[in-house]
């Protein structure tokens, strides 16, 4: 029998054929260049500025300090299971099981990650709904799935149409991902949309990954889950986390719940990947449970303040952008400038020094928009807009 010999004067036939084929992300490659531009006033990146409350890090800080820095349970440490499960019922009448139906996970990434390897096998298509956050069509592709885009627009505030989803469906249809409030664009779904999407679910045998991060962070509704719909909760796997509401971004702390048939699976992933997430954030997410929810609001009424101010300065400069009713984005739409949505960025940053995202990278529709943070100071926003708004003008000259 004759080997066939490996050709390494090229590494890249030694590289994963699923990895290479995946841009790197256009969040990222655009920052690369955004970091090294000094004295730069930064809309971009999706983190609040806001440092971890006191009370959260001071748990963390005694938890190193009385020796809690082992190996937690697979599923997280029981403590915080219960917090959590306590919690979902209490503010979104979801109910779970903490020892069969709850996972703490490195962050909802890596739960997103766990959903999609427990349900996608080469040639499933999975149902993303565009513009979206940059990691969903990646990370089903990188398992051989298929992405079906469905599109929304700022014509209707990026709501979705429930047919657009029902068209789209095909024998090879294994789930559906719904994000909201959404990033890039904080937009919400509302209980009516979410009702047709559950009946499409539910007739075509369809999984839901339900990713609510951004579900604390909501400003006139109050938020509504699909898991409450009956009969959703057997088929939904959904995902939470601490990043944006309690500012821990760094600490790397998510949860994912779902069917325990699911999370059994996703269990195992999970044992041979990562064994647990980090002890210490789950000492200081117990805090964050118990006693963060005023430190939460505080936070939601700053966010506020600047939304307004934001959106507003955008529709002031022509530049039309829907009212966010969550998370901490606008999605201005720039074609008014005649610019595409990196062209528009990389003019900006050169010559105003403010970072915003191409609208682009979230996907097609995400062209002739940009996605701008305001989780950032009154006084960065002020000056942003300020520069923004002479950068368009210069536009028009």
Known sequence: MKLKLVNKSNPEDMLSKSVREIPPSGI????????????????????????????????????????????????GLPELREVIARYTEDKYGISYDPDSELIITMGVSQGL????????????????????????????QLLGGVAV?????????????VDDIKKSISPRTKGIILNYPANPTGAT?????????????????????????????IYEKRHFSIVRIPGMKERTIYLNGFSKSHAMTGW???????????????????????????????????????????????????????????????????????????????????????????SFALDLLKKEKVAVVPGIVFGAPGENHIRCSYATSMENLKEAMKRIGSFVRSLKA
Not at 149 to 161: A, E, L, P, Q
Not at 189 to 217: F, M, Q
Not at 334 to 342: E, M, N, Q, V
């Open 149 to 161: 885009k469905i599109s929304v627009s700022s014509d209707n505030g990026f709501k979705i149409n």
């Open 189 to 217: 779904i509302d209980e009516e949309t979410l009702r047709l999407i559950a009946g499409l679910a539910e007739e075509n045998n369809l999984i839901v990954i339900s990713d609510e991060l951004y579900s604390a962070i």
């Open 252 to 342: 790397r702390l998510g949860y994912v719940a779902g069917p325990e048939t699911i999370v059994s699976m996703m269990l195992k992933i999970h044992q041979y990947t990562a064994l647990c997430a980090p002890s210490i954030s789950q000492h200081a997410a117990v805090e964050a449970i118990r006693k963060g929810e005023k430190d939460v609001r505080l936070m939601i009424d700053e966010y506020y303040r600047r939304r307004n101010f934001i959106a507003n300065s955008f529709n002031e400069m022509g530049l039309a952008c829907p009212m966010p009713e969550g998370a901490f984005y606008v999605f201005p739409d720039i074609s008014a400038t005649g610019l595409d949505s990196r």
């Open 113 to 140: 990650d766990l959903a999609l390897r427990s349900i996608v096998d080469p040639g499933d298509e999975i149902i993303i709904i565009e513009p979206c956050y940059v990691s969903y069509v990646a990370n089903v």
């Open 28 to 75: 990222r490659e655009f920052f690369d260049i955004v970091y090294s531009t000094p004295d730069c006033i930064s809309l971009g990146v999706g983190e609040p500025d806001f440092i971890t409350p006191w009370r959260i890090s001071d748990s963390g800080i005694y938890a190193i300090k009385d020796g809690c820095t082992h190996y937690t349970p697979n599923r």
